[in-house]
């Protein structure tokens, strides 16, 4: 593409209402225009990352068997209505009427449309397994839109669906999406982690999400340094320590602690470690009493654990200062299960710690030399804890480590709850009508984009692994438009390695070399060759990687032929 014919602006400055880089840099290089919250055009120079993320989706889609199809955007309420997930998706289902007053639904998501084909087309167990996917928009009314097309309203998503006779079945289809999904993210170069979306404590894996490691992203992700083993850190099992805590050594002792509120204020004023002070936090009960949670005062409260506790009200909430002073006539700084009069229950590694300091129930006070089993009893133990690096992992090999994610893809073994609800049945081995096995299957095709440049971008801009670059090479002509000599090679490249299949954008604009030098790096185009007067005297081109920091020469004479090699090398690399 002559970038002199292409009229897409990009932009010097940050926009202020991009939060993040990827959102701020796909503005900048005009991949991406905002319409309204969470919905956005893509330009051309977007769009083509968008299709070759879609294509390599695609092939490997095929390649595992599955058919592509496409199922309509709208969708009638009534098929919502059979799932029960008519008012069980909440507003983030976009509801509309037809002129006729009947109830349609823009479809989030295609269980309930892929169901009743199933239900339709398919009689018979010699059918199965089959799996149907689709490259297409879905919108969610998000609450928070946010991140640009990370977590937009309208976004691309390959969905799929597998179909199967029995368990077993299932197992081998979601293995088969696991194996696709693995050569995706790896064909893409990007680096990311397959992670327990049940927190993987069962040993099946009934769920998993693909992530893409990236500082920026909104989950953290543990995972083992010896093994495969990543889950949530919210679904994370933490093991319990093994053996037995210290005995008692010190004596039980009120002490005075003014002004102190936090774990860090005690930990530093009695000069011990945050991991020998315990933390309690008054949770609402389920039974309308408030409910005691302790915690070492290194460790932070796990939600979801928490309010998976039948004491505990579910969703988790926090007791108000008021209902704090209310139950323990103290001070929400000062709180300790000792002398407290409700339920406690306290986290497993909590347990272990001997001689401990807690909040007294007194304003301005604190125990130390605290002990489970003599000066309080011993306590009902849960984990309700997150899991923090060092940690072993639930696997049972190596230590778990922590590493932020963002999700781009999700493999779902569903069951029978779709086929069991809308009546989807296959007459089995003995003629016997039987509901089919399913399991589903996304890749958040846009939200690929946005992920692959928060893992890859410097100063300057995107550094675009190649697969999913939007050109693979920029030639840079200097002074095009004086140097006929420059513009006459510059043509000519230009004309034979498009003539080879390279994707090249032709930077031939009237404009300083920084400007162009400045708009190759912010688009983040792998492979960078400059046509310049002074090297043509030499009969050299200059060539640059986009991750390098080294300019070098390129023979005018064999220039085609070497930048495909080098387009080659960084693909068998
Ligand atoms: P999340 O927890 O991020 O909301 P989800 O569990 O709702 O995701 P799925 O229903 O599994 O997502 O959808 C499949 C894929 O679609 C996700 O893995 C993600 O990559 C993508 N996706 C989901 N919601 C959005 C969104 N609002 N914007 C862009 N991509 C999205
Ligand atoms: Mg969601």
């Not at 170069?189 to 999400?209: M, N, P």
């Not at 495969?228 to 002792?253: F, I, S």
């Not at 809308?422 to 690929?448: Q, W």
């Not at 693979?472 to 090679?489: G, N, T």
């Amino acid at each position: 593409m002559r970038l002199s014919q292409y009229p897409i602006n990009t932009l010097k400055e940050v926009p202020s209402d991009a939060e993040v880089l990827s959102h701020q840099l796909m503005l900048r290089a005009g991949l991406i225009r905002r319409l309204a919250a969470g919905i956005y055009t893509w330009l051309p120079m977007g769009l083509r990352v968008l299709r070759k993320v879609e294509n390599i989706v695609r092939e490997e889609m095929n390649r595992a068997g599955a058919h592509e199809l496409a199922m309509p955007t709208i969708q009638p309420a009534e098929l919502w209505a059979e799932s029960k997930r008519l008012g069980d998706y909440g507003p983030e289902l976009l509801r509309l009427k037809d002129r006729h007053d009947r109830a349609f639904v823009y479809g989030p998501t295609h269980e309930e449309v892929i169901t009743d084909i199933a239900r339709r087309e398919l009689r018979s167990y010699k059918q199965l397994p089959v799996n149907f996917y689709q490259i297409q928009i879905k919108f969610r009314d998000e609450i928070r839109p946010r991140f640009g097309v990370m977590r937009a309203r309208e976004f691309l998503m390959k969905d799929a669906y597998s179909f199967h006779i029995d368990e077993a079945s299932l197992a081998h289809g979601y293995r088969l999406m696991f194996d696709a999904y693995t050569r995706i993210f790896t064909r893409m170069e990007l680096k990311f982690r397959a992670v327990h979306a049940d927190g993987g404590s069962i040993g099946g894996s009934a769920s998993q999400e693909f992530h893409v490691l990236a500082d920026s992203g909104e989950d953290a992700i543990a995972f083992s340094d010896a093994d495969d083993y990543a889950a949530n850190v919210e679904l994370a099992p933490a093991v319990a320590a093994a053996g037995a805590r210290p005995a008692p050594v010190l004596p039980l002792t009120k002490v005075h602690t003014p002004n102190v509120k936090s774990i860090a204020d005690v930990a530093a004023m009695l000069k011990v470690g945050a991991a020998q002070c315990l933390k309690t936090l008054l949770v609402e009960g389920s039974d309308g009493g408030v409910v005691a949670l302790v915690l070492r005062g290194d460790h932070e409260l796990n939600a979801i654990k928490a309010q998976k506790i039948p004491a505990v009200a579910n969703p988790l909430r926090m007791a108000s200062a008021e209902r704090i002073r209310q139950v323990s006539g103290s001070e929400p700084g000062s709180i300790g299960p000792i002398n407290f009069n409700g339920r406690i229950i306290v986290d497993q590694a909590a347990v272990q710690v001997g001689d401990f300091i807690c909040g007294a129930n007194e304003k301005d006070h604190h125990f130390t030399g605290a002990n489970w089993g003599r000066d309080l009893p011993e306590p009902l133990a849960a984990d309700i804890r997150n899991v923090v690096a060092g940690d072993p992992s639930p696997s049972g090999k190596g230590r778990l480590q922590i590493a932020r994610g963002i999700e781009v893809g999700h493999v779902f073994q569903l069951g029978r709850k779709y086929s069991h609800s809308m009546n989807a049945t296959v007459l089995d081995e003995h003629s016997k009508p039987t509901e089919m096995f399913m399991g589903c299957y996304g890749i958040g095709i846009t939200r690929v984009v946005a992920a692959a440049i928060e893992q890859n971008n410097d100063a300057s801009g995107i550094l675009w692994p190649e697969p999913i670059a939007p050109f693979q090479v920029v030639l840079i002509p200097m002074a095009y438009q004086k140097s006929q000599k420059v513009r006459e090679v510059s043509d000519c490249l230009y004309r034979d390695l498009q003539a080879q299949g390279v994707e090249v954008l032709f930077d031939d604009r009237d404009a300083r070399p920084g400007v162009k030098f400045a708009d190759a790096e912010l688009l983040g185009i792998p492979h960078r060759v400059v046509v310049g007067e002074r090297g043509l005297e030499s009969g050299n081109l200059e060539y640059r990687h986009r991750r390098a920091s080294e300019s070098s020469d390129l023979p005018l004479a064999d220039a085609p032929a070497l930048i495909r090699a080098k387009l080659g090398a960084m693909r068998s690399a």
